[in-house]
């Protein structure tokens, strides 16, 4: 539906098969019409919201309900050599090729708050993303927002030397694949 122009109403009529028709017409605006109208869809709005909130009998998603992450920060910190794959059978192979990249190693730093600073896809800023758990048990690295985020990177498994994690995103993950992080000197 088009906004109203200033000092336009709206009055809505439904045709036989049920659908919605939205009419306006123009009349000169009182000068305390605008805070009464903005009010009003305040309180229309806060009422809608409230009755999908109240009628709603769905539970919310697991990857929604924040949890604590499986491990801590700093099992992220460090010097990886980093490769990707795409399909399982070349995990192995992978894994050999991140170890070879420590000669141009990877760091992952700790952020200025709780979170390590990483790259994200297609922007080659840093930016801090942090760990984040879901009621399912998996974990998360992305920026604030719920788990499962589609900025989110999923952290598949994770041990002190090797990490492997996947974007949320599914045209990020078909693009990059899912990534090997091995520590570097390990």
Same mark, same amino acid.
């Given at each position: 539906m088009s906004p109203l122009q200033p000092g336009a109403e709206a009055s809505i009529s439904r045709t036989g098969d049920g659908r919605e028709l939205t009419s306006a017409a123009s009349r000169p605006?009182?000068?305390?019409?605008?805070?009464?109208?903005?009010?009003?869809?305040?309180?229309?709005?806060?009422?809608?919201?409230a009755g999908c909130t109240l009628t709603s009998s769905e539970a919310?998603?697991?990857?929604?309900?924040?949890?604590?992450?499986?491990?801590?920060?700093?099992?992220?910190?460090?010097?990886?050599?980093?490769?990707?794959?795409?399909?399982?059978?070349?995990?192995?192979?992978?894994?050999?090729?991140?170890?070879? =990249?420590?000669?141009?190693?990877?760091?992952?730093a700790k952020g200025p708050t709780d979170g390590v600073m990483m790259h994200v896809a297609d922007d080659s800023k840093l930016h801090e993303l942090r760990l984040k758990g879901d009621a399912a048990g998996r974990t998360y690295l992305?920026?604030?927002?719920?788990?499962?985020?589609? =900025?989110?990177?999923?952290?598949?498994?994770?041990?002190?030397?090797?990490?492997?994690?996947?974007?949320?995103?599914?045209?990020?993950?078909r693009r990059y694949g899912t990534f090997v992080y091995v520590r570097c000197g390990a």
């Open positions: 605006a009182s000068p305390h019409k605008g805070a009464r109208s903005g009010c009003a869809l305040a309180a229309i709005v806060a009422l809608a919201v919310p998603s697991s990857a929604a309900v924040e949890a604590p992450a499986a491990f801590a920060r700093e099992r992220l910190i460090g010097r990886w050599g980093v490769a990707s794959f795409h399909t399982d059978k070349d995990r192995t192979r992978t894994e050999r090729e991140a170890k070879t =990249q420590c000669s141009l190693p990877y760091t992952i992305g920026f604030e927002a719920p788990p499962g985020d589609p =900025q989110d990177r999923e952290i598949l498994s994770a041990t002190d030397n090797l990490i492997i994690m996947r974007f949320v995103d599914p045209d990020a993950n």
